[in-house]
């Protein structure tokens, strides 16, 4: 049984649910020489849930890597991805404000899923063991007029986000409708996070 995981993730929010559930976490982010934001790059024609586990599996890959090429003490690693869907159209971070805008307008309104991919990996032999899952939650938004969504976007909050938008913020005040996983659409499903540390033999509860 493992006491702590390594969290390969800069996301604040899936620092603080793990905190939240007892499990203490140390960070493993990517060397100044890593290229993190290529591995999130969409194939064509690539299906939302396709897409999300690939780059969840990408990055834990390079987060073991990552491990063994500084010499850390071993212990399970944790990676995670958030995609929003429109259809098969995959919303991933805005590259600027204006992308920001047009898809809250296309998401206003309307249902969207939330595809949560997590993956835990374990250190060991020549290719050591993974486990993962996929949760996905169904969000409606309300109807929102232009000057809403550009006070929304001026804030800053929208950047970063996948679908250009947090639950948790702001945002939080349009959703009408939630089917599935609060916290996966956070950026990490307690459900599911759960069972892949257990059977990676992480301690829970």
Known sequence: MSDFIYLASQSPRRKQLLEQW????????????????????????????TYV??????KL????????RRGLPSAPVL??????????????????????????????????????????GRPGGRNGRT????????????????ARIRRYVDSGEPMGKAGA???????GLWVSHISGSYSGIMGLPAHETAQVLEAAGVRLG
């Open 79 to 120: 990676c995670a991805d958030t995609t929003v869907a429109l259809g098969r159209r995959i919303l991933g971070k805005p590259a600027d404000a204006a992308e920001a805008r047009r898809m809250l307008t296309d998401l206003a309104g309307r249902r969207h899923r939330v595809l949560t991919a997590v993956a835990v």
């Open 131 to 146: 486990w993962s899952a996929l949760s996905t939650s169904w969000v409606t938004f309300e109807p929102l007029n232009p």
């Open 61 to 68: 890959q390079a987060s073991l890597a990552r491990l063994k």
């Open 22 to 49: 007892g499990v203490r976490c140390e960070l493993l982010l990517p060397d100044a020489c890593e290229d993190a934001e290529s591995l999130e790059a969409v194939l064509a024609g690539e299906a939302p849930a």
């Open 53 to 58: 586990q690939r780059v969840t599996t990408l």
């Open 165 to 171: 938008y947090a639950i948790q913020g702001k945002a």
